[in-house]
T-cell receptor, first 115, second 113 residues
Framework: GDSVTQMEGPVTLSEEAFLTINCTYT??????LFWYVQYPGEGLQLLLK?????DKGSNKGFEATYRKETTSFHLEKGSVQVSDSAVYFC??????????????FGKGTKLSVKP | DGGITQSPKYLFRKEGQNVTLSCEQN?????MYWYRQDPGQGLRLIYY???????QKGDIAEGYSVSREKKESFPLTVTSAQKNPTAFYLC????????????FGSGTQLSVL
């Protein structure tokens, strides 16, 4: 079945460091890919999305490119801030797969940014 | 402001007791969802509803029940059959289904006394 694999955390960085959180997926159809962010004590918020191969999603300085050849959707940011500290979830939606279009989430990667 | 409201924020359940978690949205969204979040496990889908008076089981529906009598409301009942109910429960909604952005509530932490 469809699945999402994220790099394990926690990830600890200093402010202004470069961030990469790896995400790879397995899907039977043509999935859309998402990154959601969860700040402490809150629900998830959509950070960015890409709906087809080679699309780049971007928001708030974060970027991710849909790579079909490597089945990946890695999240990157050039210079992180303390306010970026949160848990980041990679997810896919595959209408033609067994999940019937429901989101399938990775396990999440906790990011801590130190001043 | 439009959004999703979950209540209560914290809930305690005694052995053998059913408890109900509330989820209300004023976004006029057709689809609503319940997810369970355990530490290090990501989110797992419990139930979802695409339209009023209709709902479908997700991946871990056993021990849970839902209703969708109104478009804006999608309550989740954690029954006594759910033997490991301690978790963070998240409700979400979306305008449509496939590839639609999900809007999440702020969650309910359920613990067993």
């Amino acid at each position: 079945g469809d699945s999402v694999t994220q790099m394990e955390g926690p990830v600890t960085l200093s402010e202004e460091a470069f961030l990469t959180i790896n995400c790879t997926y397995t899907a039977t159809g043509y999935p859309s890919l998402f990154w959601y962010v969860q700040y402490p004590g809150e629900g998830l918020q959509l950070l960015l999305k890409a709906t087809k191969a080679d699309d780049k999603g971007s928001n708030k300085g974060f970027e991710a490119t849909y790579r079909k050849e490597t089945t990946s959707f890695h999240l990157e940011k050039g210079s992180v801030q303390v306010s970026d500290s949160a848990v980041y979830f990679c997810a896919l939606s595959d209408h033609y797969g067994g999940s019937q279009g429901n989101l399938i989430f990775g396990k999440g990667t906790k990011l801590s940014v130190k001043p | 402001d439009g959004g999703i409201t979950q209540s209560p924020k914290y809930l305690f359940r005694k052995e053998g007791q059913n408890v109900t978690l509330s989820c209300e949205q004023n976004l006029n969204h057709d689809a609503m969802y319940w997810y369970r979040q355990d530490p290090g496990q990501g989110l797992r889908l419990i139930y979802y509803s695409q339209i009023v008076n209709d709902f479908q089981k997700g991946d871990i529906a056993e021990g849970y029940s839902v209703s969708r009598e109104k478009k804006e409301s999608f309550p989740l009942t954690v029954t006594s059959a759910q033997k490991n109910p301690t978790a963070f429960y998240l409700c979400a909604s979306s305008r449509g289904r496939v590839n639609e952005k999900l809007f999440f509530g702020s969650g309910t932490q359920l613990s067993v006394l």
